[in-house]
């Protein structure tokens, strides 16, 4: 349950977000004895929590910004319903963020980039273990692995450079070489997919909202309190932050800002000019699932994913570079479940909810993890793009430890809010 926010002094940390991350660290600052409010303007995985793929995503280790990627762009511009887009009117506004983007493709950066995603994920993978643990959420787990797929032996063999990145950081997966093969993994695929990837370890959970909630149920119940109002302004002193909502001011000895999309508004206002994005990604969801689906499946070619959501299933994906304004572009789900019904006959194409979310994006794919420059009294947790489940254990591990004093379990420099 939501409680009234009372304005004034407070011992408590002030965690802004109730997304999974906000959540995830409200529940560990509470394990280690710390008592916590969290403020949201929506309520619990009111916002793009509570509308991904449900996928913990440990074997994603591949920044979006690979070497060679820019050569792409301009085809970007020409598709708006290809697998990534940037909508004509916003090109010129994302124009700076395309350039770091650029930057971060760079063949040295690039490499730093995956080697801290693979510490990052080694990390998250055991610390969700240990959040099940805690949480006694192994009901809400599905350990059923994922299937990539690809139409032909040219296209497989295009992704291999990667998938050996991936082997490279201790990542198993297994090599499917054969429709047979890949029927074994999951009947019903369309006879053009030839060739696959299969990552036994790949869990999800059952539903991204119902997984978020019962964190959040299992916070309340160790006495953390929650509460629907919109923060408009962090203001730092030396010995306490004050908390500027519609409601009324809180002043609190620490603040974390885990508000997704929207966190880098509330940087700027402390001077720090973090080079947030959205990736826009749309989903539709069906109530029940009419075909025999054994494993998430991802269109890795066609940036999207089939997966099963409770007794239904979802199809979504894709990567939008769109801001956080402009209205949704619907046309972009219903091309996503059309190629679906193609790939999988049997899919549903009707009577769907369609759902467009912000996912938070670094032009560098890390998020932001650690203190304010300029306000040491303030932690950001933002910015994990489409892997803000997977990472939302181990984040909160890492943020606990910053807000507590220890020494977190990972080296925290790639994430460094300075870093740009």
């Known amino acids: ?6 304005p004034g002094p407070t011992s408590r940390t002030v965690v802004i977000g109730a997304g999974v991350i906000g959540i ?18 929506s309520g619990v995985a009111a916002e793009t929590s509570g509308g991904n793929a449900g996928g913990f995503a440990f074997s994603v280790v591949i920044p979006l910004a690979t070497p060679g990627i820019m050569r792409k762009a301009p085809k970007w511009l020409i598709d708006p319903l290809g697998p990534l887009s940037i909508p004509p009117a916003y090109a010129l506004q994302i124009a700076p963020w395309m350039l770091r983007f650029w930057r971060a493709s760079r063949a040295d950066r690039y490499a730093a980039a995956v080697q801290a995603q693979a510490d990052l994920m080694a990390h998250c993978q055991a610390a969700l273990e240990r959040q099940i643990q805690t949480a006694q959420a192994e009901p809400l787990v599905r350990r059923e692995g994922q299937l990539e797929v690809y139409e032909g032996a040219r296209r497989f063999e295009a992704s291999l450079p990667a998938w050996n990145v991936t082997r490279q950081h201790g990542v198993p997966f297994e090599m499917l070489t054969s429709a047979d093969a890949l029927a074994d993994v999951q009947p019903g695929l369309s006879s053009a997919f030839t060739h696959g990837v299969y990552t036994p370890s790949w869990m999800n959970t059952v539903d991204p909202k119902l997984w978020t909630r019962h964190l959040a149920n299992c916070f309340l119940s160790g006495g953390g309190q929650i509460a629907q109002v919109e923060v408009q302004a962090l203001q730092p002193e030396d010995a306490h932050v004050t908390v500027v909502t519609a409601d009324g001011s809180i002043t609190t000895p620490d603040v974390v800002v885990a508000a997704g999309a929207w966190s880098h508004q509330l940087a700027l206002g402390l001077g720090d000019r973090i080079p947030l994005e959205t990736e826009r990604g749309y989903n539709t969801t069906f109530t029940s699932c009419p075909i025999e689906l054994r494993t998430q499946v991802t269109f890795g070619d066609h940036g999207f994913v089939v997966t099963r959501l409770g007794q239904g299933l979802r199809v979504g994906g894709a990567v939008e570079l769109g801001g956080l304004t402009l209205p949704p572009r619907f046309g972009r789900a219903d091309a996503l479940l059309a190629k679906a019904a193609k790939f999988m006959p049997g899919l549903p194409t009707t009577g769907g909810t369609q759902w467009m ?58 994430f460094s809010p300075s870093r740009f």
């Open 1 to 6: 349950m939501m409680t009234d926010l009372a």
């Open 24 to 41: 995830s660290i409200a529940l560990e600052l509470q394990r280690r004895g710390r008592e916590v409010l969290v403020l949201d303007r």
């Open 357 to 414: 979310g912000h996912r938070p994006s670094l032009p560098d794919s890390l998020p932001v993890i650690g203190r304010a420059p300029k306000a040491q009294r303030v932690i950001y947790a933002f910015g994990h793009g489409h892997l803000g489940l997977t990472q939302s254990a181990g984040t909160a591990e890492l943020v606990a430890s910053l807000v507590t004093g220890e020494a977190p379990a990972l080296s925290l420099a790639a």
